[in-house]
């Protein structure tokens, strides 16, 4: 009898274990479903060509070393332009940037300062820096960390996925996955060229994986030193025909210093 109730006891143990799992299982699922870290570890490894490829790219997009570059951003719709915004951007390597307004009048003497993933918007009728999200809406289809951090190599897991012809020219196709929940986009699909390496498309995701919007670079001219893209195209996924089209007009290699890249100089800045 003992034995009977012992090996009873041992079976209705299992059935409420495996009950247990057929519950837990499709929360843990969906849980990991949501969350970017448990996605990006699904994620092809990266490599060290992958990650090479990206440092260069970034590289090729911005100088190293400390610059000033003065950005126009056009915003169209269905081919009519609808808002113009000018910006000036001092960046102090990877981490450090400063984007001040210069156009519109209206808005001039607002900034944004990032250090790190970090980032505050300054405007002169308000006392304190509000803190804000990388991946908000600046203007158009400008996100705020697409002028204030430019940092692929810094921000994403690179993986290669693939060669495609991108308008006659051989490219890489590189996945590349959010390093955390901080950075501006959840995924970006990224389109290097073979030949020199320089950027060509970008496609951006959301963390549901929706596609928001993808770029294109293009009109390469030398700036700061060597040849970069001048102009960047940025075009809405859903909505067809919403464009926000980037033109650097200068780029010079300047010496900035770590002084300047804080809330307390911010008010003393020149415009």
Same mark, same amino acid.
């Given at each position: 009898?003992?034995?009977?109730?012992?090996?009873?006891?041992?079976?209705?143990?299992?059935?409420?274990?495996?009950?247990?799992?057929?519950?837990?299982?499709?929360?843990?699922?969906?849980?990991? %479903?949501?969350?970017?870290? =448990? #996605?990006?570890?699904? $994620?092809?490894?990266? /490599? +060290?060509?992958? *990650?090479?490829?990206?440092?260069?790219?970034?590289?090729?997009?911005?100088?190293?070393?400390?610059?000033?570059?003065?950005?126009?951003?056009?915003?169209?719709?269905?081919?009519?332009?609808?808002?113009?915004?000018?910006?000036?951007?001092?960046?102090?390597?990877?981490?450090?940037?400063?984007?001040?307004?210069?156009?519109?009048?209206?808005?001039?003497?607002?900034?944004?300062?990032?250090?790190?993933?970090?980032?505050?918007?300054?405007?002169?009728?308000?006392?304190?820096?509000?803190?804000?999200?990388?991946?908000?809406?600046?203007?158009?289809?400008? %996100?705020?960390?697409?002028? =204030? #951090?430019?940092?692929? $190599?810094?921000?994403? /897991? +690179?993986?290669? *996925?693939?060669?495609?012809?991108?308008?006659?020219?051989?490219?890489?196709?590189?996945?590349?996955?959010?390093?955390?929940?901080?950075?501006?986009?959840?995924?970006?699909?990224?389109?290097?060229?073979?030949?020199?390496?320089?950027?060509?498309?970008?496609?951006?995701?959301?963390?549901?994986?929706?596609?928001?919007?993808?770029?294109?670079?293009?009109?390469?001219?030398?700036?700061?030193?060597?040849?970069?893209?001048?102009?960047?195209?940025?075009?809405?996924?859903?909505?067809?025909?919403?464009?926000?089209?980037?033109?650097?007009?200068?780029?010079?290699?300047?010496?900035?210093?770590? #002084?300047?890249?804080?809330?307390?100089?911010?008010?003393?800045?020149?415009?």
């Amino acid at each position: 009898m003992s034995q009977a109730m012992n090996h009873e006891r041992r079976l209705r143990r299992s059935m409420l274990g495996l009950l247990a799992g057929a519950v837990l299982l499709p929360a843990w699922m969906q849980a990991h %479903a949501q969350d970017p870290d =448990a #996605r990006s570890a699904a $994620a092809p490894a990266a /490599t +060290p060509e992958a *990650i090479e490829m990206v440092k260069h790219a970034d590289e090729i997009r911005f100088p190293r070393e400390s610059f000033q570059t003065e950005i126009t951003i056009r915003n169209l719709s269905d081919g009519q332009q609808t808002d113009q915004r000018k910006f000036r951007i001092l960046s102090r390597g990877n981490e450090n940037t400063i984007v001040l307004t210069t156009e519109p009048a209206s808005e001039r003497g607002q900034a944004l300062l990032m250090r790190g993933r970090d980032l505050w918007i300054f405007m002169p009728s308000v006392s304190q820096p509000v803190r804000l999200s990388l991946a908000q809406r600046l203007t158009g289809q400008v %996100a705020n960390g697409d002028l =204030a #951090r430019a940092n692929f $190599a810094g921000d994403y /897991t +690179p993986s290669i *996925i693939g060669e495609e012809t991108l308008d006659g020219q051989p490219a890489i196709v590189l996945d590349l996955v959010a390093v955390d929940r901080s950075v501006t986009y959840s995924r970006v699909k990224y389109w290097i060229a073979e030949q020199d390496k320089r950027p060509l498309k970008a496609e951006f995701y959301a963390l549901s994986g929706r596609l928001l919007k993808t770029a294109l670079y293009e009109d390469f001219k030398e700036l700061a030193g060597r040849l970069r893209p001048t102009r960047l195209v940025m075009e809405d996924a859903l909505k067809r025909g919403e464009v926000s089209i980037l033109t650097y007009e200068t780029m010079n290699v300047r010496d900035l210093p770590e #002084r300047m890249f804080t809330r307390e100089y911010l008010r003393r800045l020149e415009q």
